[in-house]
């Protein structure tokens, strides 16, 4: 390109001025061989012909000058700002130096807003992933909430159907009662038995849902006590025999020679379980039978409960012990779907197992395997003495009213108060073989009432009552001196043998003393 | 003294030249600021193999290596590619970076830093993204050039590195 002289002067001229120039001619070993321009810019003022230009310039350290490189924007390590132009010539080097201080200056402002704001977007996208997944979480806990909501609802309802429908039964037939004052015998028998087996079937619904309550909140506790073996099968039996007879079912139940009369279990679960079994077993079945055995190996009480059902699918047994689980609705039966899962639930916290046997059109076989001790034998024939008298404290009346006539048919004298106080003094009067003691008595309760009757010098059996039945209601009675706990309402064959139990401990303990006649009632 | 040119790339803000400032003058500022072109710093140290002059060029963050870039590479000895462990995508730029480095001018001695490990509650770069990398040939060291954590250790094995391929080039 050829340019008037002038303006090439010009151009000359303007370079010079603004880009300062340092060339420097080097040796292929570094060795400074000519130097021209204004090398102070650059602070190579110190280097001098023959000089090795690599410790002042250390960018030309291992370049090897055989082509033309073009090294735009370079600062050095104390800051001087230049373009490099390395441009060979025969065995050396020119190096051509121009200054670049205001240009990289610019530059990094630009540079600098640049990032800063590549920097906020990378924030921004970062914010933005997180809102998305937090908005996910949301959407994914809102469903859970809305399911939850929804559940709940369901299991109103359900509730609200179980309960509804045995309560108007009870109604309907106790209005008869009272409203037909010329009802037969027989009939009034019949509507009473009815009124009991509905009854029944609502204890069996409280009792799982205070259970499923219990379990959820991890507050359930395992008590184990002695229990009769024989007479839980017949109290089974009692009720489940009518049942199976109206779906005309064949009923049976077995116990194996070799078990215990007496185990160390939690009657009152082992119950539940027992009954939620059987209850299911029976529902199910639409023709031929239902059986429970019960057999002992080995330190283990073994019950099974087999039917001649429909029988169960590989993914029907796997959905079974599923809370509200409701099997097959054809055709619809009652029950509020709690009782397997329960059941399950129950046996693991009682240390057990629950395993399921069952095939379509095979019928089920449920079987529940527990450690239960062989406990020592409380003898029938030990009747109460007509010395045996039980205090009782409790506040409702009904619960009062049922003991005093059980436990008067059984024998015993009662006498009843209904809070903790007088509690205390009927019993520190009367000195009885046994008290009985509501948890929740008004004023003093139970527990404390057994402190206060310890610290007097009370020795004989006390035994606490309390329809929680959680974990540290029991722990709070037992440790406050009663001897044993049991859940309202009681079952009335249970209650009876842990009395029966309770005083003949008593009395061989020495308790109560002989009553002296001051103490008589 | 042996003297070698070694070039430390990596994604913007990564912290290239705050990890030179913390290995060449123990210095270190929070404080951002950008690069641009190429910064030359040189630090003397002892290795098993003597004393030696490596010769930092710190060139300006990218994602890729362009002509300019190459120009400044020309002539390294050894590769020292930094990403911030706190910005994933950075890890996958080194990853683009030392392939372009290897295409250019062989599988030359290189060693990954993964700076930021004092920002661990920000941290973005999980087992899977390190053992993926590693497959790919970066074996990454967590370090810091705030707290200075790793920064001397990583840079001595790459002159170590080179020390021992100029000794025995096969």
């Known amino acids: 390109m050829t340019l008037p002289k002038r303006v090439s002067d010009f151009l000359r001229d303007r370079v010079l001025e603004y880009r300062n120039p340092c060339c420097l001619r080097v040796a292929a070993d570094n060795l400074l061989l000519e130097i021209w321009g204004e090398p102070a810019k650059y602070g190579l003022d110190d280097l001098e012909v023959g000089d090795d230009v690599s410790a002042a310039m250390p960018l030309l350290s291992d370049y090897e000058f055989n082509e033309y490189v073009e090294l735009p924007f370079v600062r050095d390590a104390v800051g001087h700002a230049f373009h490099v132009h390395l441009i060979p010539e025969s065995d050396a080097c020119f190096v051509l130096l121009l200054d670049a201080t205001e240009e990289i200056r610019e530059r990094e402002r630009y540079q600098q807003t640049a990032n800063e704001v590549r920097l906020l977007l990378d924030k921004e996208r970062r914010l933005i992933a997180e809102l998305v997944d937090a908005q996910a979480e949301l959407a994914v806990r809102r469903k859970e909430a809305e399911d939850e909501s929804r559940r709940r609802g369901e299991y109103i309802a359900t509730m609200s159907h179980e309960f509804r429908t045995p309560l108007t039964a009870i109604l309907a037939h106790a209005e008869r009662l009272v409203a037909d004052s010329a009802i037969a015998d027989d009939d009034r028998k019949q509507l009473g038995r009815a009124i009991q087996r509905v009854s029944q079937q609502l204890v069996w619904l409280v009792d799982n849902l205070l259970t499923r309550a219990r379990l959820e909140a991890d507050s359930y506790a395992i008590h184990r006590s002695v229990t009769d073996t024989r007479a839980l099968v017949d109290d089974l039996c009692l009720v489940f025999a009518p049942l199976a007879a109206d779906k005309e079912l064949s009923f049976a139940a077995r116990v194996a020679e070799n078990v215990p009369e007496f185990v160390m279990l939690d009657d009152l679960h082992f119950r539940q379980v027992l009954v939620n079994l059987l209850g299911n077993a029976i529902k199910y079945t639409f023709e031929g039978s239902v059986e429970v055995e019960i057999r002992f190996d080995d330190e283990r009480l073994i019950a099974t409960v087999a039917d001649t059902g429909p029988g169960l699918a590989e993914e029907e047994r796997n959905a079974l012990f599923m809370p509200f689980n409701r099997g097959r609705e054809e055709p619809r039966s009652p029950g509020a779907g709690l009782g397997l899962g329960i059941t399950r639930q129950l046996v693991e916290a009682m240390d057990g197992t629950l395993t399921v046997e069952s095939g379509q059109g095979t019928g089920t076989r449920m079987t529940v395997e527990l450690g239960a001790a062989s406990a020592d034998s409380v003898s029938e024939a030990a009747a109460p003495l007509a010395t045996d008298l039980i205090v009782i404290g409790e506040d409702d009346p009904d619960i009062v009213d049922l003991l005093e006539v059980r436990l008067a048919e059984a024998g015993y004298r009662v006498h009843s108060v209904s809070d903790g106080k007088a509690l205390v003094d009927a019993v520190l009067k009367l000195d009885p073989s046994l008290a009985i003691v509501d948890v929740n008595m008004p004023g003093l309760d139970g527990p404390a009432a057994a402190r206060k009757l310890r610290e007097s010098g009370f020795h004989a059996p006390i035994l606490a009552l309390s329809g929680a039945g959680r974990r540290r209601d029991i722990e709070y009675a037992l440790s406050s001196g009663c001897t044993e706990f049991l859940r309202k309402p009681p079952h009335l064959g249970t209650l009876k043998r842990l009395i029966q139990q309770l005083i003949l401990s008593g009395r061989a303990d020495g308790y109560p003393d002989s009553i002296p006649a001051s103490k008589q009632m | ?170």
């Open chain 2, 1 to 170: 003294m042996r003297t070698a040119k070694v070039c430390i790339i990596g994604d913007f803000a990564v912290g290239k030249t705050s990890t030179v400032a913390r290995f060449a003058k123990n210095e270190f500022s929070p404080k951002y600021l950008t690069t641009v072109g190429v910064k030359i710093d040189t630090k003397e140290i002892e290795t098993s193999r003597g004393r030696m002059k490596l010769i930092i060029w710190d060139v300006a963050g990218t994602d890729r290596l362009a002509e300019i870039e190459f120009a400044y590479l020309r002539g390294s000895a050894g590769i020292i590619i930094v990403a911030d462990g706190t910005r994933a995508p950075t890890v996958d730029s080194a990853l683009r970076l030392k392939a372009d480095v290897f295409d250019q001018y062989g599988k030359l001695p290189i060693v990954a830093m993964l700076n930021k490990s004092d920002l661990s509650q920000l941290w973005e770069i999980d087992d899977d993204i390190l053992a993926t990398s590693k497959a790919e040939g970066l074996d990454w060291i967590r370090c810091s050039a705030k707290s200075g954590d790793n920064v001397a250790k990583a840079i001595e094995a790459l002159a170590e590195a080179i020390m021992s391929l100029s000794a025995d080039p096969t």
